[in-house]
C-alpha cells in the first residue's frame, strides 16, 4: 500500500512538516508494511521557505532586512544556482506584529524588496515569491523603494540590474489591486485596518496605479492576483513584469508530485478548517484536482469539518475532523493534542480498511 502524505500547516498550531509527521506515525501504526510518501506543502504562505527546501534543495540566505514597521529583523531567502525562493511573510508577515501594532497605513513591504535585491547581488536571475500571509497593504511601494535605494535609481525600468530577470509569484489570491475586491477592502480588516482605513488604503492603491499606468504605459491593477499580499502581487506584475501561478501547483511540479503519485492507493492532505471556502483555490483542493487525475482518490483531515457533503460532491472521497466534537479549541489548537489526534484519526481509519 502507497499512501502520499500532504498535509497543509494547521496554522498557530502545527507545521505542514509536524502534521505529516503525524499522520505518518498513524498510519503506520495501522499498516506497518505501508509505503508512505512526506510531501511538506504550502500554497506561497506560512512553510513555503521550507516546503520549497525539502523539494528542491539549496541553501538558505541570511540577510538583516527591515520588518513591516521598519524594524531590524533576521530573514533568509532559499538560493539554488541562479534562483531564488522567497517567502514573503517571513520578512512582512502579519504575525511579526503585535495585535495593537497592526496598522496597514503604515506598514511597509521594503524588506521583501531587500531580500530581493541581496539575491540579484548574489546573481539570482530567477524568482519565486511565496505571497501569503503579509502585514502589509502598501501597493507593494515599500519593496519598489528598497530595490530603488539599492540599485541607485528611481526609475526601475532604467535600472540594468532588473533586465532579463524572471519573476514568479505563487498565490492563490485571484483578487485585483482596487475597488470592493481589491486588496484593501478584502484582506484589509484582517491586517488591522479600520473601515475609514479600507477607504484610504484603496485611494492610494488606485492612485499609485494610475501614475503607474502613465509611467509603464501598461496597467496591472486589474490583473488577477495584482491584489495579493497586500497589493504587492501588483508591484511586481508593473514593474517587475512578473507572472503568476497557483502556489500549490507550483510546488507540486517541483516535488515532482505527479510522478510520486503514480501507483498510489490514497492521498491524505488536509488543513485547521475544511469547508467551502476550501473549494476556492485553497490547498487541499489543488491536490486533491491533481491525484485525482490519476484516478487517486483523496482523503481531507481538518481540525473542523463543515459544508462535509459539498466537499464530497467536489470530489474527496472522504472528509474527517481530527476532534471529538466536545473538544474545547483552546486544547485542541495546542501542538501535542493535535498531532495526536491526527495520529489517532488515521490509525482508525486504516485500521477499519484493512
Not at 500547516?9 to 508494511?33: I, M, R, T
Request: proline share 3%.
Amino acid at each position: 500500500m502507497k499512501i502520499i502524505v500532504a498535509i497543509d500547516s494547521f496554522k498557530g498550531c502545527l507545521s505542514s512538516a509536524e502534521a505529516n509527521a503525524a499522520a505518518q506515525s498513524g498510519v503506520l501504526a495501522a499498516c506497518p508494511d505501508a509505503e508512505v510518501v512526506d510531501i511538506p506543502v504550502s500554497d506561497g504562505g506560512e512553510g513555503w521557505l521550507d516546503a520549497y527546501r525539502i523539494a528542491v534543495g539549496g541553501e538558505m540566505v541570511s540577510v538583516r532586512v527591515c520588518d513591516p514597521l521598519m524594524r531590524q529583523t533576521d530573514c533568509c531567502y532559499l538560493r539554488k544556482d541562479d534562483l531564488a525562493v522567497i517567502e514573503t511573510a517571513r520578512a512582512i508577515g502579519l504575525t511579526l506584529l503585535k495585535a495593537e501594532e497592526r496598522n496597514p497605513l503604515t506598514a511597509t513591504s521594503y524588506g521583501v524588496g531587500q531580500l530581493v535585491a541581496d539575491a540579484i547581488r548574489r546573481g539570482c536571475r530567477r524568482f519565486v515569491i511565496g505571497l501569503g500571509g503579509s502585514g502589509t497593504s502598501d501597493a507593494g511601494k515599500g519593496m519598489l523603494q528598497a530595490l530603488s535605494d539599492a540599485f541607485g535609481r528611481e526609475d526601475l525600468y532604467c535600472v540594468s540590474a532588473l533586465k532579463d530577470l524572471q519573476f514568479t509569484l505563487a498565490t492563490d489570491v485571484t483578487n485585483p489591486l482596487c475597488g470592493p475586491q481589491g486588496a484593501a477592502h478584502v484582506f484589509g480588516p484582517q491586517k488591522g485596518a479600520t473601515p475609514e482605513m479600507v477607504v484610504e488604503l484603496d485611494r492610494r492603491a488606485a492612485a499609485f496605479a494610475e501614475q503607474s499606468a502613465k509611467h509603464c504605459g501598461h496597467d496591472c491593477s486589474l490583473a488577477a492576483g495584482a491584489g495579493a499580499a497586500g497589493g504587492l502581487g501588483y508591484a511586481f506584475m508593473q514593474y517587475l513584469r512578473a507572472g503568476c501561478r497557483s502556489g500549490i501547483d507550483l510546488l507540486l511540479d517541483a516535488v515532482g508530485f505527479d510522478k510520486q503519485v503514480e501507483g498510489a492507493n490514497l492521498v491524505v492532505t488536509g488543513e485547521g478548517r475544511a469547508d467551502g471556502q476550501t473549494l476556492m483555490g485553497k490547498l487541499p483542493h489543488g491536490i486533491m484536482l491533481r491525484a485525482s487525475r490519476y484516478h487517486v482518490p483523496t482523503l481531507l483531515i481538518a481540525g473542523k469539518v463543515t459544508d462535509r457533503q459539498m466537499l464530497l460532491d467536489a470530489g474527496f472521497a472522504y472528509v474527517e475532523s481530527i476532534n471529538p466534537p466536545t473538544l474545547s479549541l483552546e486544547e485542541a489548537m495546542e501542538k501535542a493534542v493535535a498531532a495526536q489526534n491526527i495520529r489517532k484519526l488515521m490509525e482508525r481509519f486504516f485500521r477499519l480498511r484493512s
